[in-house]
């Protein structure tokens, strides 16, 4: 019973924090929808020039709600994939705090951060450029993507606010109740087995953070950063484990985007071979 309620009380806790992100996220789509102008969505279009860039930045702060956010905004074609995967790679979730915490932890924290950003943007920009050299990005707010995320709710019909509140509500209870599920499933295997798994020392190393890093809760970041602490885990295995850790921006993205799962898929994939590349070449060079 005391192990029910722990969990119960940490996916409310960790679900409450991303509220505001949402409801902010919400807020901004709705307000397009009903206010369209040809002023705002030129404003959008040039600053998804640059997306990436600041995607990385803000996903870098020790916060999963960028990513919830982003990934609704992605959803309601606000910004584009590249800025999406800009924020997913950067975000570090848990590592922050545990890692300022730890004696030692900052000069290894603000390397994590700076390798994360650099190459969060990197992603970003080269993921936008393949696809504007394709003629395959052309993004601004979607009417028909707006409509997807508005389906039977008739948003139409109640105004900016309540619309966003509605939104906001439904995914948070979504969020609550996977939170708490993926919780308990983590509980039950326990930090030693997926530590176990990982491979000391290997060249495979990074593909499997990587893979645990894909489990959309707070507890694959503690782990990662414990086992980076420790010397479990390299300095590029436990960087590609939490860029692919986004947090729930990735279940958001599945749930909100439910229509399109074979192009979520492929930008989760992108994430994940982006992560494990670069966390085998870090490894490799002894970074």
Same mark, same amino acid.
């Given at each position: 019973?005391?192990?029910?309620?722990?969990?119960?009380?940490?996916?409310? /806790?960790?679900?409450?924090?991303?509220?505001?992100?949402?409801?902010?996220?919400?807020?901004?789509?709705?307000?397009?929808?009903?206010?369209?102008?040809?002023?705002?969505?030129?404003?959008?279009?040039?600053?998804?020039?640059?997306? &990436? *860039?600041?995607?990385?930045?803000?996903?870098?702060? &020790?916060?999963?709600?960028?990513?919830?956010?982003?990934?609704?905004?992605?959803?309601?074609?606000?910004?584009?994939?590249?800025?999406?995967?800009? *924020?997913?790679?950067?975000?570090?979730?848990?590592?922050?705090?545990?890692?300022?915490?730890? &004696?030692?932890? =900052? &000069?290894?924290?603000?390397?994590? /951060?700076?390798?994360?950003?650099?190459?969060?943007?990197?992603?970003? !920009?080269?993921?936008?450029?393949?696809?504007?050299?394709?003629?395959?990005?052309?993004?601004?707010?979607?009417?028909?993507?707006?409509?997807?995320?508005?389906?039977?709710?008739?948003?139409?019909?109640?105004?900016?606010?309540?619309?966003?509140?509605?939104?906001?509500?439904?995914?948070?209870?979504?969020?609550?109740?996977?939170?708490?599920?993926?919780?308990?499933? =983590?509980?039950?295997?326990?930090?030693?087995?997926?530590?176990?798994?990982?491979?000391?020392?290997?060249?495979?190393?990074?593909?499997?953070?990587?893979?645990?890093?894909?489990?959309? @809760?707070?507890?694959?970041? *503690?782990?990662?950063?414990?086992?980076?602490?420790?010397?479990?885990?390299?300095?590029?295995?436990?960087?590609?484990?939490?860029?692919? @850790?986004?947090?729930?921006?990735?279940?958001?993205?599945?749930?909100?985007?439910?229509?399109?799962?074979?192009? @979520? =898929?492929? !930008? /989760?994939?992108?994430?994940?071979?982006?992560?494990?590349?670069?966390?085998?070449?870090?490894?490799?060079?002894?970074?």
């Amino acid at each position: 019973m005391e192990l029910i309620v722990d969990l119960l009380k940490d996916a409310l /806790m960790d679900t409450l924090k991303m509220l505001p992100f949402l409801f902010g996220a919400y807020l901004l789509m709705e307000y397009l929808e009903h206010h369209s102008s040809g002023r705002m969505e030129r404003l959008l279009a040039a600053s998804n020039k640059s997306g &990436p *860039v600041t995607g990385a930045l803000l996903g870098c702060v &020790p916060q999963c709600g960028f990513s919830v956010a982003a990934a609704n905004l992605y959803c309601g074609h606000i910004i584009t994939p590249g800025t999406l995967l800009a *924020v997913f790679f950067s975000t570090s979730d848990e590592a922050v705090p545990l890692l300022l915490a730890s &004696p030692g932890g =900052l &000069p290894v924290l603000l390397r994590l /951060m700076a390798w994360k950003v650099a190459l969060g943007a990197a992603l970003g !920009l080269g993921v936008d450029a393949f696809l504007r050299s394709r003629g395959k990005l052309s993004w601004g707010r979607d009417q028909e993507a707006m409509e997807e995320l508005c389906e039977d709710c008739h948003c139409e019909e109640q105004g900016v606010l309540r619309s966003a509140l509605h939104h906001t509500g439904e995914i948070f209870v979504f969020l609550f109740l996977t939170t708490l599920v993926l919780g308990g499933v =983590l509980e039950i295997i326990g930090e030693e087995r997926l530590s176990m798994v990982l491979m000391e020392g290997s060249i495979f190393q990074p593909a499997l953070a990587g893979i645990i890093g894909l489990i959309p @809760n707070c507890g694959a970041s *503690v782990l990662l950063t414990r086992l980076l602490m420790d010397g479990t885990l390299s300095f590029g295995a436990a960087l590609a484990g939490l860029s692919t @850790n986004a947090g729930v921006g990735l279940l958001v993205l599945f749930r909100v985007g439910r229509r399109h799962t074979t192009r @979520n =898929l492929q !930008l /989760m994939g992108v994430l994940y071979l982006a992560a494990v590349v670069c966390g085998i070449l870090l490894q490799t060079a002894g970074v």
